[in-house]
Every structure is written in C-alpha cells, then in structure tokens.
C-alpha cells in the first residue's frame, strides 16, 4: 500500500482533494461513500452513476447494447472526471475500474484509495439474486469468487487504506476510514 497524505480538516497539515472507494460490488461503496460525503461535507460521486448520466443508458444496458469493452471505456472516461473535479470529493469507483493500468495511475494521482474488503460471502449475501449486475449472471457466488481472485491482488496494490467491512454498518465504515484518514 502506499503512503498518502489526509485532509487538512482530518488530520495535522497533510492535504488529500479526494477519497476514492473502491472494492468489489457489494462491498458497500455507494452506501459508505455517501454517509462519507455527509460526514466530511464534501460532494459525492459515484462512477456507475456518472456512467448512467452520461450515457443515458443504465449499465446492464450499455453491457447488452454495446459490451463490457465499451462500458470500461465509460468508466475511465467518468473516473478521470471524477479525480479531477475542482474540491474535495468522495468517489465511489466501480469495481472492475482497477483493472485498467490507465485508471490505477489516476487513482493514485487522483487522492487517497480506501480499498472496502469484504470476505465473498459478505458479497454475495449483498448482492443477492445479482440483478443489474451483468458480470454476476447466472450465478452471483461463483461470479464474485472468480472476481474477487482476479482483483485482489489489484486492490491491494492501489490502496492506501483498506477497512474491513464485514458485520460493519455504512456508519461504522464511514467513521472507520475518518479515523484511518485522520492518522
């Protein structure tokens, strides 16, 4: 993990402009990142989302009409926005963005990287049934084992941070990175 430094408002004299989440789906990042952004008064953004926005197509639909290779291509594109905007910013980085050796250097140029871990079956309970997850068809567990295996090692390369989150609620998570971020 490398070294960051933290917002001036959390921590003595160190300036971070951005909080990235990243972690598997299920891990929690839209939901902790927005209680985040509530706690640390700082706008929130959520990759998915912009996706969405932008696009006008929700991700299962850009994954039917157009491939993954297309939706990736969003997601970089959305996440280099993300780690640019003007301010302090909690983002909420889609799962497999970490996969792109592009979208790793913006990360690590673009603030702090808290990577949410959580154990696969963790996942899997929270992702349910997997729909609008088209990665995670026809079999949610088996899909995030085989995910998760291929991103981990990549997770733990681009992280500053790394909170457990498992049997933790968004509040505890959220106060958990505050703390970690405040050292």
Request: hydrophobic share 40%; glycine share 10%; net charge negative.
């Amino acid at each position: 993990m490398r070294s960051s430094p933290v917002s001036p408002e959390l921590g003595a004299g160190r300036v971070t402009e951005r909080v990235l989440l990243v972690g598997m789906m299920g891990a929690g990042k839209t939901t902790v990142g927005r209680e985040l952004s509530r706690r640390l008064g700082w706008p929130y953004f959520d990759s998915d989302a912009m996706v969405e926005a932008h696009s006008g197509k929700t991700v299962p639909e850009i994954f039917e009409e157009r491939g993954e290779a297309a939706f990736r291509a969003e997601e970089a594109r959305v996440l280099a926005e993300a780690v640019t905007s003007d301010g302090p910013a909690v983002v909420s980085v889609a799962g497999g963005a970490v996969l792109d050796p592009d979208n790793r250097r913006r990360l690590a140029a673009g603030g702090t990287v808290v990577w949410l871990r959580a154990e696969v079956e963790t996942l899997a309970r929270r992702v349910g049934s997997g729909k609008g997850r088209p990665l995670l068809s026809p079999d949610p567990e088996t899909a995030l084992r085989r995910l998760y295996a291929q991103r981990r090692p990549v997770y733990e390369q681009v992280a500053d941070v790394v909170v457990d989150v498992d049997h933790r609620s968004a509040a505890e998570v959220a106060e958990a990175i505050i703390s970690e971020l405040d050292r």
